[in-house]
């Protein structure tokens, strides 16, 4: 079992900038690709961004290419999710996921947080 909990969402302008983080928990985190999804009112989970184990991997959505960064420090079991230039669009819960690999991350991962809220106002 693996527990994920996120942090650092908040209210921010457009333009701005938030850093969230994925604290896990349970087992040795650098076993697991991890991943960041994002679901806004009113619409499904979309994929954000994933990281593979090792981190050496990363893959982004094509709407935040160039504006967030995903890293990973394995010595302290987190997963960071660098956010620029924000854009209202990216309001959304945000949630980490965990699983073996960075395509069933993207798919179904098995592991979930509880989701952190990011709100970014114009």
């Known amino acids: 079992q693996v527990q994920l909990v996120e942090s650092g969402g908040g209210l921010v302008q457009a333009g701005g900038s938030l850093r969230l983080a994925c604290a896990a928990s349970?087992?040795?985190?650098?076993?697991?690709?991890i991943g960041w999804l994002r679901q806004a009112p009113g619409k499904e989970r979309d994929f954000v961004a994933t990281i593979s184990g090792n981190g050496i991997t990363t893959r982004y959505a094509d709407s935040v290419k160039g504006r967030f960064t995903i890293s990973r420090d394995n010595a302290k079991n987190t997963v960071y999710l660098q956010m620029n230039s924000l854009k209202p669009e990216d309001t959304a819960v945000y949630y980490c996921a965990a699983d073996t690999t960075t395509s069933q991350v993207m798919r179904d991962p098995d592991y979930w947080g509880q989701g952190t809220q990011v709100t970014v106002s114009s």
């Open positions: 349970g087992r040795t985190l650098s076993r697991y690709a």
